[in-house]
């Protein structure tokens, strides 16, 4: 199957870390990203890590990936309000398809 | 500015009377598709093209329609729209599929009654 699944929710206290888990089926996939959805916008890509590396980290995000496990993670640093979206995480198909996951509401509260 | 435009962004309309729902990069980008977005099931790719008059379906094309005349250009044809088709369509482009990162347009929420 092609199913990448996620949390639905997540609340975090601001300045505290976030951490949005996703698992994925395809063992192939190259590419694993986090998009990121403001409300009343479209996807903007955040990061992304490439299957053969373990972790990536980008100023307060860090990806880590456990391609045993085909379990990926986004770690936010100082969580805040601005962090509040939804955040997908999404697997590269071998042809050129993303398979997106449903998605992780992020809620920041003071 | 780098930007996928998709037109209108909100449209109420009744069940079987066609619509079209444009979409249109500035970005010379080869591939382009089409996305719904329904809650709890994420993203769901409806049609993909990776370039002019190369079309394929993703996962959900039953209903829909898409053509590619145009490398800029990549409209999403309901011609019988029904309830069920209700939801937020996001179009998206990109230099090569999903290799490199790809731009979303701000979405298109479709309501049929």
């Known amino acids: 199957g092609e199913d990448v699944e996620q949390s639905l929710f997540l609340s975090v206290r601001e300045g505290d870390s976030s951490v949005i888990n996703c698992t994925y089926t395809?063992?192939?996939?190259?590419?694993l990203y986090w998009y990121k959805q403001e409300p009343g916008a479209g996807l903007q890509l955040l990061t992304y890590i490439f299957s053969n590396m373990d972790m990536k980290q980008d100023q307060r995000l860090t990806v880590l990936l456990n391609k045993k496990d085909k379990h990926l993670s986004l770690r936010i640093a100082d969580t805040q309000t601005g962090d509040s979206a939804i955040y997908f995480c999404a697997e590269m198909l071998s042809d050129y398809k993303l398979s997106f996951g449903a998605g992780t509401t992020v809620t920041v509260r003071a | 500015e780098a930007q996928v435009t998709q037109n209108p962004r909100y449209l109420i309309t009744v069940t079987g009377k066609k619509l079209t729902v444009t979409c249109s990069q500035n970005?010379?980008?080869?591939?382009m598709s089409w996305y719904r977005q329904d809650p709890g099931l994420g993203l769901r790719q409806i049609y993909y093209s990776m370039n002019v008059e190369v079309t394929d379906k993703g996962d959900v094309p039953e209903g829909y329609k898409v053509s590619r005349k145009e490398k800029r250009n990549f409209p999403l044809i309901l011609e019988s729209p029904s309830p069920n088709q209700t939801s937020l369509y996001f179009c998206?482009?990109?230099?090569?599929?999903?290799?490199?990162?790809?731009?979303f347009g701000q979405g298109t929420r479709l309501t049929v009654v």
């Open positions: 970005m010379n980008h080869e591939y």
């Open positions: 395809d063992s192939s996939s190259t590419y």
């Open positions: 998206a482009s990109s230099l090569q599929g999903s290799i490199t990162e790809a731009f």
